[in-house]
């Protein structure tokens, strides 16, 4: 199979593979990131543009690429997104007298994104979209890596 015929069956077989492969998941334990299943399709077709893989070893191949891609993920993402997080209940574990200083100090950091930076965070961290939703609505290519390229800024600002 080259790249052209995969990017033609992982269109076709998206929503089939994704549920089947959500529900293997889950028996696991792992969770399934669409973020990460939509990166390994871009991945192996990059590798498929190099060389070809045998039509009936395509679906296993996807899918261990993207069972290792989840671990990696897992295990060396140094964020872990959590929405259910309640910033207020960290800033009660501050003094009273130390809380503005940490606000000023957020808001210091977020003086050094432009605009565009601002809002992409903002979305990310607010609402419920996923990259790829956020991809297709800004038309920007690579958006997680820009996310993280985001984040490295705010740290770097420290």
Same mark, same amino acid.
């Given at each position: 199979?080259?790249?052209?015929?995969?990017?033609?069956?992982?269109?076709?077989?998206?929503?089939?593979? $994704?549920?089947?492969?959500? *529900? !293997?998941?889950?028996?696991?334990?792992?969770?399934? +990131?669409?973020?990460?299943?939509?990166? *390994?399709?871009?991945?192996?077709?990059?590798?498929?543009? $190099?060389?070809? =893989?045998?039509? *009936? $070893?395509?679906?296993?191949?996807? %899918?261990?690429?993207?069972?290792?891609? *989840?671990?990696?993920?897992? /295990?060396?993402?140094?964020?872990? !997104? @959590?929405?259910?997080? @309640? =910033?207020? =209940?960290?800033?009660?574990?501050?003094? =009273?007298?130390?809380?503005?200083?940490?606000?000023? +100090?957020?808001? +210091?950091?977020?003086?050094?994104?432009? @605009?565009?930076? /601002?809002?992409?965070? %903002?979305?990310?961290?607010?609402?419920?979209?996923?990259?790829?939703?956020?991809?297709?609505?800004?038309?920007?290519? +690579?958006?997680?890596? /820009?996310?993280?390229?985001?984040?490295?800024?705010?740290?770097?600002?420290?």
């Amino acid at each position: 199979m080259n790249a052209t015929e995969f990017l033609n069956y992982s269109g076709e077989h998206y929503n089939e593979v $994704k549920k089947k492969w959500s *529900t !293997r998941f889950k028996k696991q334990g792992i969770s399934f +990131d669409e973020d990460i299943f939509q990166d *390994t399709i871009i991945h192996i077709y990059n590798i498929l543009e $190099k060389r070809e =893989v045998e039509d *009936t $070893k395509i679906e296993n191949y996807w %899918y261990q690429s993207f069972l290792i891609n *989840t671990k990696r993920d897992n /295990k060396y993402s140094r964020h872990k !997104r @959590d929405d259910d997080i @309640d =910033v207020y =209940v960290y800033l009660d574990e501050f003094p =009273v007298e130390d809380r503005g200083i940490l606000l000023s +100090d957020i808001e +210091d950091k977020l003086k050094s994104l432009n @605009d565009i930076e /601002k809002h992409l965070i %903002y979305i990310y961290y607010l609402t419920d979209i996923t990259i790829k939703e956020l991809e297709e609505l800004t038309n920007i290519k +690579d958006l997680r890596y /820009k996310i993280r390229g985001i984040i490295k800024k705010i740290k770097k600002n420290s």
